[in-house]
C-alpha cells in the first residue's frame, strides 16, 4: 500500500454561462484556474509523488499539467465525473429546476438516494477506490496523486476513511483543494478505522 494518496479537485473552469459541463471536453481551466494548478504544484512539490492519475476529461488534465510537476499522468475512465450530471449536461444550473424539478433539491438533501441518476454516488465511490487501491498496490512506496471532479473526490475521501455518503456535501473540496490521506497502521484498522486516515484538507489562495 502506498504511503499516502493527495486527492486533488481540477482548478476552476472557464463556464461564463454557468452551464453544467459534465463531460464536455470543450471546457478548461480559467485564468483562475490556471492559478489554482500552479499552487498546487508548489504545495506538492516537497511530496515524493511516484505517480499521477487523472480524469480524462480535459480540466483534471489541464490542472495536473499546470502544476508543472514533472511527472506523466495515467489517464483512468474510473475518475471521469459522476454520471448524475450527464443527466442536466448542457443546460444552465439556473435553469434545472424548471426542466427537472426536485432533482437538485434532492441532490442536496439526499445523494444517496436519487432513484433518477444513472449512477449513484455509492457507484462513484466504489470506482474511485479501485483506482487507488490498485495504484497503491502498483506503489506500495512513494505518494500516489488522483486528479478529479468535486463529488468523485469527496465520495472517494469518504469511502476511503470509512465514512458515510450521506455525509457528501460535507466540507466539500474547493477548486484545487488537494485532501491528503495517509495509510493507517494495521492494528487501527483492524479497530475499523479504514485503511486510509485523512492527514490533511488544504486549497489554493486563490480557491
Same mark, same amino acid.
Not at 469511502?159 to 495509510?183: F, Q, Y
Given at each position: 500500500m502506498a504511503d499516502v494518496i493527495h486527492l486533488v479537485r481540477h482548478g476552476e473552469v472557464h463556464n461564463p454561462d454557468h452551464v453544467c459541463y459534465a463531460d464536455l471536453e470543450s471546457f478548461g481551466l480559467s485564468d483562475r484556474g490556471r492559478r489554482q494548478a500552479r499552487e498546487v504544484g508548489d504545495h506538492l512539490a516537497r511530496s515524493p509523488i511516484v505517480?499521477?492519475?487523472?480524469?480524462?476529461? =480535459?480540466? &483534471?488534465?489541464?490542472?495536473?499539467?499546470? /502544476? !508543472?510537476?514533472?511527472?506523466?499522468?495515467?489517464?483512468?475512465?474510473?475518475?471521469?465525473?459522476?454520471?448524475?450530471?450527464?443527466?442536466?449536461k448542457g443546460h444552465r444550473w439556473d435553469e434545472l429546476d424548471e426542466l427537472f424539478p426536485g432533482?437538485?433539491?434532492?441532490?442536496?438533501?439526499?445523494?444517496?438516494?436519487?432513484?433518477?441518476?444513472?449512477e449513484s454516488i455509492a457507484a462513484v465511490a466504489d470506482r474511485m477506490v479501485g483506482v487507488v487501491t490498485r495504484a497503491s498496490r502498483e506503489h506500495?512506496?512513494?505518494?500516489?496523486?488522483?486528479?478529479?471532479?468535486?463529488?468523485?473526490?469527496?465520495?472517494? =475521501?469518504? &469511502?476511503?476513511?470509512?465514512?458515510?455518503? /450521506? !455525509?457528501?456535501?460535507?466540507?466539500?473540496?474547493?477548486?484545487?483543494?488537494?485532501?491528503?490521506?495517509?495509510?493507517?497502521?494495521?492494528?487501527?484498522?483492524?479497530?475499523?478505522?479504514?485503511?486510509?486516515?485523512?492527514?490533511?484538507?488544504?486549497?489554493?489562495e486563490q480557491g
Open positions: 505517480a499521477c492519475y487523472t480524469s480524462p476529461l =480535459r480540466r &483534471a488534465r489541464e490542472t495536473w499539467a499546470g /502544476t !508543472g510537476i514533472d511527472l506523466r499522468p495515467v489517464s483512468r475512465e474510473e475518475l471521469t465525473e459522476w454520471r448524475l450530471s450527464l443527466r442536466w432533482e437538485v433539491a434532492d441532490y442536496w438533501t439526499r445523494p444517496t438516494d436519487l432513484p433518477f441518476s444513472p506500495p512506496v512513494g505518494h500516489i496523486v488522483i486528479v478529479g471532479h468535486q463529488d468523485p473526490i469527496q465520495a472517494a =475521501r469518504l &469511502a476511503l476513511t470509512s465514512r458515510d455518503l /450521506t !455525509g457528501l456535501h460535507e466540507d466539500k473540496p474547493k477548486h484545487g483543494s488537494v485532501i491528503t490521506l495517509s495509510s493507517s497502521p494495521p492494528d487501527a484498522r483492524s479497530k475499523g478505522s479504514g485503511d486510509w486516515t485523512e492527514q490533511s484538507h488544504w486549497w489554493p
